[in-house]
């Protein structure tokens, strides 16, 4: 059975709640609040969110040659290949140990991405692409969003033991749940998140961008043999035992490894809404379709002495974007403000400017 054709974006198809710049208002004073209060405690400003990093790569992206017509817009109009930078991650506010279980992020940046910028990018040369393991956000918009956003604020420096107790419950009862066949990204999102090796997930945008004409989600995928095997794999519970399990990957990787980038075309706006994050969108309505792959080669994933500064110095946004590719919707309207502002402090208070890496 043919596919329908994808839908040809309009501006109509964006539309603001009365209340989402108040909202978007309070979401940057709650993230603020987040990061002084751990910057204070810490003596280091971190990100506002995806604070622990498990991982930071070099590698190179290529754009797959012979792509159909539909596909050829923006970053991915022609073959070619581009330095990248991918950081892994996890999403809270604290450097928490790694027993306390959330979901894993994948970041993205391809460096020296020539064409017309997203608006507030015109000074960058990047295309980032920031990713979660979970195909939809656990709230529909900005409101929702902001909810979430005091909940976890109210949890921000708690005590890690409470905070283990508390995932390792969660953890149970995801478990009992995905053996019945279901996940629940809310108990993943509250620290129910499985102990899995982060390098055998698959990742997701969760929000849509333009793609040229079109809008589409994304995602990055396993491909390599050796990732593969990772997936589903259990990890350990120790204070860094992510990032200790991917160091050890890539310090004894004999051949680089892939992961495909892929997009999800909109082929219908009532079943793939563009306001509605919580909703995934269906692969029967219109599957993930490859664009490009991404390698990574053997290196050091993460050297303690100096990969906190490099950190420091990298910021990836899903603005940082072609306008090509420029972020829709209200999570992303919100997201533009919010981590604008998270990157704005932590650079003035750990007085380290933040640039775009060149290769």
């Known amino acids: 059975m043919s596919l329908p054709p994808p839908v040809l974006y309009h501006a109509s198809l964006e539309h603001a709640d009365e209340d989402e710049a108040t909202h978007i208002r309070e979401l940057t004073e709650v993230f603020a609040r987040m990061a002084l209060t751990v910057a204070e405690q810490e003596g280091h400003a971190h990100r506002a969110v995806h604070a622990k990093g498990q991982g930071l790569l070099k590698g190179r992206l290529r754009v797959l040659d012979g792509l159909p017509a539909e596909l ?3 970053l991915f109009a022609r073959p070619g290949s581009y330095d990248a930078r991918v950081r892994l991650s996890s999403p809270p506010a ?3 140990p790694d027993s ?3 979901p894993r992020a994948m970041a993205l940046k391809v460096i020296g991405v020539d064409g017309a910028r997203a608006e507030g990018a015109e000074e960058q040369h990047t295309q980032d692409f920031l990713m979660v393991n979970g195909p939809a956000f656990n709230t529909p918009g900005v409101a929702g969003f902001l ?3 005091k909940l976890l604020a109210a949890t921000t420096e708690r005590m890690p033991r409470t905070k283990r107790m508390i995932s390792a419950t969660l953890r149970g009862a995801e478990a009992a749940l995905e053996a019945v066949g279901g996940q629940s990204a809310l108990l993943k999102g509250m620290g129910g998140e499985p102990q899995h ?3 055998g997930e698959t990742f997701f945008s969760q929000v849509p961008f333009l793609y040229g004409p079109y809008m589409a989600k994304f995602s990055l995928a396993p491909v390599s043999p050796a990732l593969l095997a990772l997936t589903g794999d259990k990890i350990g519970s120790d204070e860094d035992a992510q990032r200790d399990a991917v160091v050890a990957f890539f310090t004894d990787l004999p051949n680089p490894v892939e992961w495909e980038l892929r997009m999800q075309l909109c082929r219908d706006v009532e079943r793939m809404p563009i306001e509605d994050a919580s909703v995934a969108w269906a692969e029967a309505d219109s599957p993930f379709l490859p664009v490009a792959r991404l390698s990574v080669a053997q290196q050091e994933a ?7 500064g490099v950190e420091d110095a990298l910021a990836f946004a899903p603005w940082h974007a072609l306008a090509e590719h420029r972020p829709l919707g209200g999570l992303n309207r919100a997201r533009r403000v919010v981590m604008a502002a998270s990157r704005q ?3 003035r208070f750990n007085g380290c400017p933040i640039h775009e890496p060149v290769g």
């Open 72 to 74: 050829r817009h923006g």
């Open 100 to 102: 306390v279980s959330t």
């Open 197 to 199: 090796h982060p390098l």
């Open 302 to 308: 993460w050297q303690p002495d100096t990969s906190p």
């Open 147 to 149: 909810r979430s956003a």
């Open 345 to 347: 402090f932590r650079s």
């Open 94 to 96: 604290e450097q928490l």
